[in-house]
């Protein structure tokens, strides 16, 4: 099976299951996708850590599990168990303090590894934990279209930006360092993609946005554009971050879990980045 016929199997089963998972199993204010999102984080989080070991700080893989879901788990118990905001910092503030009191018991022989290894112990819990958080977080708002447009965003934005710069891309490669396989059409096609399904949301279903009816529809379609373009932008920078730490620990995939993709990471690092610019933006037009 080749990598278009492999790509093209993961949107086209990617989609539907996403929309089974939003939209038929809303429970507990999506459990089922925050359960997916938890164990998204904990293999971002190991194939993290292999990365991180290539550079010399290793971290194990249960801690690297740990640190990695402490803002996901955190989410899904305030978003669909209702525990306390409070318990967020906490867990957060715990996983920091860990990695940084931990390190106090290092081995002699190993201590010029310590600001590594509270580079590394760090970076797990921000990356991509904390990022996904905020897909988490969306469940706060109860409307499932408006959590299925993110995805149809993203997705879009990273399919047609692929095919883009496979049809178009030949001769503006190669300007961005950390990916050089990317190219300037790629780029424009994947944003064109995320305003174009954004504005065909706001005409065909405007209940993916929240009191859309009490939104003029030239006013609905601004916001739609606006919320497209930043989605897309910062998904592409999600893309090229990722593309940088690999390139750094000397990795071509993140992993081999995803057909056609690699790894968990190599599937997730558009969406994570993405994830809260879409949170605040939907919150400030729908929300407040």
């Known amino acids: 099976m080749n990598k278009i016929t492999r790509r093209l199997l993961i949107f086209f089963i990617g989609v539907p299951v996403f929309y089974v998972i939003i939209f038929l199993l809303p429970f507990y204010r999506h459990l089922a996708l925050n359960i997916a999102a938890n164990i998204f984080a904990a293999l971002c989080a190991l194939e993290f850590s292999s990365m991180l070991g290539k550079k010399q700080i290793h971290i194990k893989k ?6 990695g879901t402490l803002a996901t788990i955190a989410a899904t118990l305030t978003v669909s168990f209702n525990f306390s905001e409070w318990i967020a910092p906490l867990l957060l503030m715990a996983g920091f303090g860990w990695v940084l009191l931990s390190r106090i018991f290092t081995s002699s022989e190993k201590m010029e590894t310590v600001i590594s290894r509270l580079v590394g112990g760090f970076s797990l819990i921000v990356y991509p934990g904390f990022f996904i958080f905020w897909i988490i977080k969306m ?6 279209g408006a959590i299925f447009l993110f995805f149809l965003l993203t997705f879009f934005n990273d399919s047609t930006a692929w095919l883009s710069g496979m049809l178009f891309g030949k001769n503006n490669r190669g300007l961005i360092p950390a990916s050089p396989n990317k190219s300037i059409a790629g780029f424009i096609g994947g944003i064109f993609a995320s305003v174009v399904i954004a504005c065909i949301a706001a005409v065909f279903f405007p209940s ?12 609905l379609i601004v916001k739609a554009v606006i919320l497209g373009l ?14 940088a730490i690999k390139r750094s620990s000397d990795f071509k995939d993140s992993g081999t879990i995803m057909m ?21 933006l939907y919150s400030v037009f729908f929300y407040f």
């Open 62 to 67: 249960a801690e690297a599990v740990i640190l």
């Open 208 to 219: 993916f946005y929240f009191a859309a009816k009490n939104t003029p529809l030239s006013n």
């Open 230 to 243: 930043f989605t897309s932008v910062f998904a592409n920078l999600g893309d090229l971050a990722e593309s």
């Open 139 to 144: 469940g706060t708002w109860e409307n499932s």
């Open 260 to 280: 056609g993709r690699g790894g968990a990471l190599d599937s997730s690092d558009s969406l994570a980045v993405a994830a809260p610019v879409y949170f605040l």
